[in-house]
């Protein structure tokens, strides 16, 4: 059973940092391609960062130059280290593994202006 789990979010102020985790169980880990993406109310899903097996990155206009995500290997966990934290960034954050489409529950960021 895949078992995606987030932590990590929060209330923080604008300029602020969060350290998003998403701890994944029942998967291959090493092999898969791993996601975060939000969803804010009122709006559609959007893909935030994806990290591939092999480390390359790739990030979404909005979030490139303050989001960076990483992924350790021996703890089966990525990772979304957010910095300059601006209101347009509250979000449900939600992890996400392409291959076979699990999704985690979901954590809450809000950044307050």
């Known amino acids: 059973q895949v078992q995606l789990v987030e932590s990590g979010g929060g209330l923080v102020q604008t300029g602020g940092s969060l350290r998003l985790s998403c701890a994944a169980s029942g998967i291959i880990f090493r092999t898969n391609t791993m996601g975060w993406y939000r969803q804010a109310p009122g709006k559609q899903r959007e893909l935030v960062a994806i990290?591939?097996?092999?480390?390359?990155?790739n990030y979404a206009d909005s979030v490139k130059g303050r989001f960076t995500i990483s992924r350790d290997g021996a703890k089966n966990t990525v990772y979304l280290q957010m910095n300059s934290l601006r209101p347009e960034d509250t979000a449900v954050y939600l992890c996400?593994?392409?291959?076979?489409?699990?999704w985690g529950q979901g954590t809450q960021v809000t950044v307050s202006s």
């Open positions: 996400n593994v392409p291959k076979g489409g699990f």
């Open positions: 990290i591939t097996s092999f480390g390359s990155t």
